[in-house]
Protein backbone atom coordinates (compact mmCIF):
# COMPACT_ATOMS: atom_id res chain seq x y z
CA UNK A 1 0.00 0.00 0.00
CA UNK A 2 1.13 2.94 -0.95
CA UNK A 3 0.90 6.56 0.98
CA UNK A 4 2.28 8.78 -1.82
CA UNK A 5 -0.78 11.46 -3.74
CA UNK A 6 -0.45 10.32 -7.06
CA UNK A 7 -3.99 12.83 -7.57
CA UNK A 8 -2.58 15.11 -10.14
CA UNK A 9 -1.45 11.82 -12.12
CA UNK A 10 1.73 9.10 -12.19
CA UNK A 11 5.02 8.24 -14.01
CA UNK A 12 7.32 5.96 -14.35
CA UNK A 13 10.90 7.02 -14.65
CA UNK A 14 14.64 5.44 -13.49
CA UNK A 15 13.07 2.16 -12.89
CA UNK A 16 9.99 3.63 -10.09
CA UNK A 17 6.33 4.99 -10.17
CA UNK A 18 6.29 8.61 -8.37
CA UNK A 19 3.92 11.35 -8.14
CA UNK A 20 4.17 13.11 -11.74
CA UNK A 21 5.79 16.32 -9.50
CA UNK A 22 8.75 14.06 -8.80
CA UNK A 23 9.17 12.41 -11.75
CA UNK A 24 12.97 14.13 -12.87
CA UNK A 25 15.06 12.87 -16.20
CA UNK A 26 19.17 14.25 -15.91
CA UNK A 27 20.08 17.35 -17.73
CA UNK A 28 22.68 15.36 -19.25
CA UNK A 29 19.61 13.02 -20.62
CA UNK A 30 20.66 12.98 -24.59
CA UNK A 31 16.39 13.13 -24.60
CA UNK A 32 16.79 17.03 -23.31
CA UNK A 33 19.82 17.87 -25.18
CA UNK A 34 19.10 16.35 -28.27
CA UNK A 35 15.71 16.24 -28.12
CA UNK A 36 16.77 12.22 -28.82
CA UNK A 37 13.69 10.65 -27.82
CA UNK A 38 10.52 9.09 -29.46
CA UNK A 39 6.99 8.48 -27.97
CA UNK A 40 3.47 7.56 -27.96
CA UNK A 41 0.27 9.11 -26.56
CA UNK A 42 -3.18 6.95 -25.91
CA UNK A 43 -5.69 8.25 -24.03
CA UNK A 44 -8.08 6.60 -21.24
CA UNK A 45 -11.72 7.28 -21.70
CA UNK A 46 -14.33 6.18 -19.12
CA UNK A 47 -11.12 3.99 -17.26
CA UNK A 48 -10.39 1.74 -20.50
CA UNK A 49 -7.54 2.29 -22.92
CA UNK A 50 -8.58 3.03 -26.65
CA UNK A 51 -6.50 1.38 -29.17
CA UNK A 52 -3.78 0.33 -26.68
CA UNK A 53 -2.36 -1.99 -28.95
CA UNK A 54 -2.25 -0.10 -32.37
CA UNK A 55 -0.61 2.96 -29.77
CA UNK A 56 2.37 0.37 -28.76
CA UNK A 57 2.60 -1.19 -32.20
CA UNK A 58 3.65 2.53 -33.34
CA UNK A 59 5.88 2.97 -30.16
CA UNK A 60 7.86 -0.04 -31.12
CA UNK A 61 8.38 0.85 -34.62
CA UNK A 62 9.25 4.43 -33.74
CA UNK A 63 11.89 2.77 -30.79
CA UNK A 64 13.12 0.40 -33.63
CA UNK A 65 13.87 3.34 -36.44
CA UNK A 66 15.51 5.42 -33.64
CA UNK A 67 17.38 1.78 -32.75
CA UNK A 68 16.06 2.59 -29.11
CA UNK A 69 16.60 -0.11 -26.78
CA UNK A 70 14.92 0.39 -23.56
CA UNK A 71 15.31 -3.05 -22.08
CA UNK A 72 11.56 -4.11 -21.59
CA UNK A 73 9.30 -6.01 -23.83
CA UNK A 74 5.71 -4.84 -25.08
CA UNK A 75 3.88 -7.08 -22.41
CA UNK A 76 6.32 -5.36 -19.95
CA UNK A 77 5.29 -1.78 -21.46
CA UNK A 78 1.81 -2.41 -21.32
CA UNK A 79 1.56 -3.77 -17.81
CA UNK A 80 3.39 -0.48 -16.77
CA UNK A 81 0.81 1.34 -18.53
CA UNK A 82 -1.47 -0.23 -16.65
CA UNK A 83 0.17 0.58 -13.48
CA UNK A 84 0.88 4.29 -14.21
CA UNK A 85 -2.72 4.76 -14.67
CA UNK A 86 -3.93 2.81 -11.81
CA UNK A 87 -2.03 4.48 -9.45
CA UNK A 88 -3.00 7.53 -10.70
CA UNK A 89 -6.84 6.41 -10.22
CA UNK A 90 -7.39 9.07 -13.37
CA UNK A 91 -10.89 7.78 -15.58
CA UNK A 92 -9.83 10.06 -18.07
CA UNK A 93 -6.43 10.42 -18.89
CA UNK A 94 -3.38 11.33 -21.19
CA UNK A 95 -1.08 8.66 -21.33
CA UNK A 96 2.75 9.00 -22.76
CA UNK A 97 4.95 6.17 -23.12
CA UNK A 98 8.71 8.00 -24.05
CA UNK A 99 11.55 6.18 -25.13
CA UNK A 100 14.98 8.80 -24.48
CA UNK A 101 17.97 8.14 -25.99
CA UNK A 102 19.62 8.66 -21.93
CA UNK A 103 23.49 9.58 -21.25
CA UNK A 104 26.15 7.77 -22.61
CA UNK A 105 27.55 4.69 -20.65
CA UNK A 106 30.94 5.99 -21.24
CA UNK A 107 32.08 9.56 -19.56
CA UNK A 108 32.33 11.85 -23.03
CA UNK A 109 31.41 9.90 -25.79
CA UNK A 110 29.49 11.23 -28.62
CA UNK A 111 28.32 7.82 -30.15
CA UNK A 112 24.49 7.28 -29.72
CA UNK A 113 25.04 3.63 -29.57
CA UNK A 114 26.95 4.37 -26.27
CA UNK A 115 23.71 5.66 -24.67
CA UNK A 116 21.80 3.93 -21.95
CA UNK A 117 18.19 4.12 -23.44
CA UNK A 118 15.29 4.00 -20.87
CA UNK A 119 11.63 4.52 -20.52
CA UNK A 120 9.24 7.23 -19.01
CA UNK A 121 5.49 7.17 -18.72
CA UNK A 122 2.98 9.06 -17.17
CA UNK A 123 -0.71 9.21 -16.81
CA UNK A 124 -1.62 12.68 -16.17
CA UNK A 125 -5.96 13.92 -16.44
CA UNK A 126 -6.72 14.45 -20.16
CA UNK A 127 -5.49 16.85 -22.24
CA UNK A 128 -6.94 17.86 -25.64
CA UNK A 129 -4.91 19.30 -28.54
CA UNK A 130 -7.05 22.44 -28.87
CA UNK A 131 -9.54 23.47 -26.07
CA UNK A 132 -12.91 22.40 -24.86
CA UNK A 133 -14.56 25.00 -25.89
CA UNK A 134 -12.69 25.93 -29.54
CA UNK A 135 -14.18 22.03 -30.10
CA UNK A 136 -17.64 23.39 -29.91
CA UNK A 137 -17.13 25.91 -32.23
CA UNK A 138 -14.83 24.77 -34.44
CA UNK A 139 -11.36 25.33 -34.84
CA UNK A 140 -9.63 28.54 -36.83
CA UNK A 141 -7.03 27.25 -38.47
CA UNK A 142 -3.90 29.23 -39.77
CA UNK A 143 -1.94 27.62 -42.77
CA UNK A 144 1.71 28.86 -41.21
CA UNK A 145 4.76 30.21 -43.43
CA UNK A 146 7.05 28.17 -42.05
CA UNK A 147 7.47 24.82 -44.20
CA UNK A 148 7.19 21.01 -42.33
CA UNK A 149 10.57 19.52 -42.03
CA UNK A 150 11.02 17.53 -44.61
CA UNK A 151 10.26 14.03 -44.47
CA UNK A 152 14.01 13.02 -45.82
CA UNK A 153 15.83 15.34 -42.76
CA UNK A 154 13.05 13.51 -40.29
CA UNK A 155 10.79 10.77 -40.35
CA UNK A 156 7.59 12.14 -39.60
CA UNK A 157 6.20 8.62 -38.80
CA UNK A 158 8.22 8.37 -36.16
CA UNK A 159 6.41 10.17 -32.94
CA UNK A 160 9.23 12.63 -32.01
CA UNK A 161 10.10 15.36 -30.56
CA UNK A 162 11.58 17.85 -32.82
CA UNK A 163 8.98 20.33 -32.49
CA UNK A 164 10.59 23.51 -33.90
CA UNK A 165 8.59 23.95 -37.26
CA UNK A 166 5.38 23.05 -35.79
CA UNK A 167 6.04 25.64 -32.59
CA UNK A 168 7.51 28.66 -34.61
CA UNK A 169 3.71 27.80 -36.86
CA UNK A 170 1.74 27.82 -33.34
CA UNK A 171 3.93 31.29 -32.52
CA UNK A 172 2.47 32.78 -35.99
CA UNK A 173 -1.11 31.21 -35.51
CA UNK A 174 -1.60 32.19 -32.22
CA UNK A 175 -0.18 35.94 -33.09
CA UNK A 176 -2.38 36.21 -35.56
CA UNK A 177 -5.85 35.19 -33.61
CA UNK A 178 -5.78 31.84 -34.71
CA UNK A 179 -6.64 28.38 -32.52
CA UNK A 180 -3.81 26.45 -33.79
CA UNK A 181 -1.78 25.91 -37.42
CA UNK A 182 -1.48 23.40 -40.28
CA UNK A 183 2.12 23.09 -41.92
CA UNK A 184 2.83 22.18 -45.67
CA UNK A 185 5.98 20.87 -46.92
CA UNK A 186 7.88 22.96 -49.46
CA UNK A 187 6.04 22.37 -52.55
CA UNK A 188 3.14 23.40 -50.71
CA UNK A 189 1.48 20.33 -49.90
CA UNK A 190 -0.55 19.76 -46.47
CA UNK A 191 1.29 17.71 -44.05
CA UNK A 192 0.03 17.85 -40.76
CA UNK A 193 -0.82 20.27 -37.34
CA UNK A 194 0.99 20.10 -34.16
CA UNK A 195 -0.73 17.03 -32.50
CA UNK A 196 -3.05 16.46 -34.92
CA UNK A 197 -3.50 14.88 -38.98
CA UNK A 198 -5.60 16.64 -41.30
CA UNK A 199 -8.89 15.87 -43.24
CA UNK A 200 -10.82 17.51 -46.16
CA UNK A 201 -13.89 16.86 -47.18
CA UNK A 202 -14.86 18.27 -50.47
CA UNK A 203 -18.60 17.58 -52.46
CA UNK A 204 -18.67 14.58 -49.75
CA UNK A 205 -15.31 13.27 -50.40
CA UNK A 206 -12.85 12.93 -47.60
CA UNK A 207 -9.05 13.56 -48.15
CA UNK A 208 -6.12 13.44 -46.06
CA UNK A 209 -2.54 13.63 -46.94
CA UNK A 210 -0.40 10.77 -47.55
CA UNK A 211 2.77 11.90 -46.55
CA UNK A 212 4.62 14.49 -43.96
CA UNK A 213 2.62 13.66 -41.29
CA UNK A 214 2.19 10.96 -38.09
CA UNK A 215 0.23 8.01 -39.27
CA UNK A 216 -2.76 9.04 -36.79
CA UNK A 217 -4.36 5.99 -34.83
CA UNK A 218 -7.46 8.72 -34.81
CA UNK A 219 -6.46 8.91 -38.78
CA UNK A 220 -6.74 5.05 -39.04
CA UNK A 221 -9.62 4.88 -36.70
CA UNK A 222 -11.81 7.63 -39.29
CA UNK A 223 -10.45 5.89 -42.32
CA UNK A 224 -11.59 2.86 -41.09
CA UNK A 225 -15.23 3.79 -40.00
CA UNK A 226 -15.24 5.59 -43.48
CA UNK A 227 -15.08 2.82 -44.79
CA UNK A 228 -17.77 1.21 -42.66
CA UNK A 229 -20.04 3.65 -43.25
CA UNK A 230 -19.54 3.66 -46.80
CA UNK A 231 -18.23 7.45 -47.19
CA UNK A 232 -15.82 7.97 -49.92
CA UNK A 233 -11.87 8.89 -49.50
CA UNK A 234 -8.47 9.25 -50.62
CA UNK A 235 -5.26 8.85 -48.82
CA UNK A 236 -2.80 11.30 -51.12
CA UNK A 237 -1.33 14.21 -51.94
CA UNK A 238 -3.66 17.66 -51.00
CA UNK A 239 -2.45 20.77 -52.11
CA UNK A 240 -2.86 24.02 -50.22
CA UNK A 241 -4.88 25.82 -52.52
CA UNK A 242 -7.48 21.93 -52.25
CA UNK A 243 -7.62 22.60 -48.21
CA UNK A 244 -8.26 26.29 -48.73
CA UNK A 245 -11.56 25.36 -50.51
CA UNK A 246 -13.29 22.46 -48.53
CA UNK A 247 -16.78 22.57 -47.46
CA UNK A 248 -15.79 20.73 -44.74
CA UNK A 249 -12.74 20.08 -42.60
CA UNK A 250 -11.75 18.30 -39.43
CA UNK A 251 -8.42 17.29 -37.51
CA UNK A 252 -7.87 13.85 -35.41
CA UNK A 253 -5.92 13.53 -32.43
CA UNK A 254 -5.56 11.15 -29.63
CA UNK A 255 -6.13 14.26 -27.57
CA UNK A 256 -9.33 14.69 -28.44
CA UNK A 257 -10.97 12.90 -30.94
CA UNK A 258 -12.17 13.98 -34.26
CA UNK A 259 -12.53 17.70 -34.02
CA UNK A 260 -14.67 20.27 -36.03
CA UNK A 261 -12.78 22.88 -38.09
CA UNK A 262 -14.57 26.30 -38.44
CA UNK A 263 -12.18 28.45 -40.49
CA UNK A 264 -9.26 27.74 -42.68
CA UNK A 265 -6.86 31.43 -42.82
CA UNK A 266 -9.61 33.45 -43.44
CA UNK A 267 -11.99 31.65 -44.82
CA UNK A 268 -14.68 30.61 -42.92
CA UNK A 269 -15.97 27.20 -44.19
CA UNK A 270 -19.13 26.80 -46.49
CA UNK A 271 -20.60 23.61 -44.37
CA UNK A 272 -18.51 24.54 -40.88
CA UNK A 273 -22.03 24.59 -39.62
CA UNK A 274 -23.78 21.56 -40.29
CA UNK A 275 -20.40 19.34 -41.31
CA UNK A 276 -22.39 16.51 -41.70
CA UNK A 277 -19.29 14.28 -42.93
CA UNK A 278 -17.66 15.49 -39.50
CA UNK A 279 -20.80 14.57 -37.57
CA UNK A 280 -21.45 11.13 -38.07
CA UNK A 281 -17.32 10.20 -38.03
CA UNK A 282 -17.38 12.05 -34.86
CA UNK A 283 -20.03 9.79 -33.65
CA UNK A 284 -18.83 7.03 -35.20
CA UNK A 285 -15.71 7.06 -33.89
CA UNK A 286 -16.85 7.48 -29.78
CA UNK A 287 -18.78 4.41 -30.26
CA UNK A 288 -16.18 3.00 -31.22
CA UNK A 289 -14.81 3.41 -28.26
CA UNK A 290 -17.46 0.72 -27.03
CA UNK A 291 -16.17 -1.90 -29.22
CA UNK A 292 -14.38 -4.51 -27.51
CA UNK A 293 -11.91 -4.93 -30.32
CA UNK A 294 -10.62 -1.56 -29.25
CA UNK A 295 -11.83 -1.06 -25.29
CA UNK A 296 -8.97 -2.39 -23.02
CA UNK A 297 -9.94 -1.68 -19.22
CA UNK A 298 -7.47 -0.81 -17.09
CA UNK A 299 -6.67 -3.40 -14.38
CA UNK A 300 -7.43 -0.60 -11.33
CA UNK A 301 -8.13 -3.30 -8.60
CA UNK A 302 -4.66 -5.08 -9.29
CA UNK A 303 -2.41 -2.12 -7.78
CA UNK A 304 -4.67 -0.43 -5.32
C1 LIG B 1 2.63 15.55 -35.11
C2 LIG B 1 1.39 14.72 -34.84
N1 LIG B 1 0.56 14.41 -35.87
C3 LIG B 1 -0.56 13.69 -35.68
C4 LIG B 1 -0.94 13.25 -34.42
C5 LIG B 1 -2.22 12.47 -34.22
O1 LIG B 1 -1.95 11.13 -33.91
P1 LIG B 1 -2.93 10.24 -33.03
O2 LIG B 1 -4.24 10.25 -33.70
O3 LIG B 1 -2.30 8.89 -33.03
O4 LIG B 1 -2.99 10.87 -31.67
C6 LIG B 1 -0.09 13.53 -33.33
C7 LIG B 1 -0.46 13.04 -32.00
O5 LIG B 1 -0.13 13.51 -30.98
C8 LIG B 1 1.10 14.28 -33.55
O6 LIG B 1 1.92 14.58 -32.53
Given at each position: ???????R???????????????????????F???????????V?????????A?????????????????M?????????????????????????????????I??????????????????????????????????????D?PR?????F??????????????????????????V????????????????????????????????L????????????????I???V?R????????S??????????????????????????E???????????????????????????????
Open positions: MTTQDFSGAAYVDGAFVPIGDARISVLDWGTHSDAVYDVVHVDGAFFRLQHLDRFRRSMAMRRMDVGTMDEIRCNLHEVVALSGLRDAYVAMVALRGRPRYGSRRPADCQNHLVTYAVPWVDVVPREVQERGARLKIAVVPDACDPTVKNYQWGDLTTGLFQAHDEGYDSILCDADNYVTEGPGFNIFSVWNGHVWTPDHGCPGITRATVLELCTELGPFSGLRRAELEVDEAFITSSGGGVIRVQQINDRILPQAESPVFKRLRQAYWEAHRDPRFHEPIGYHAYA
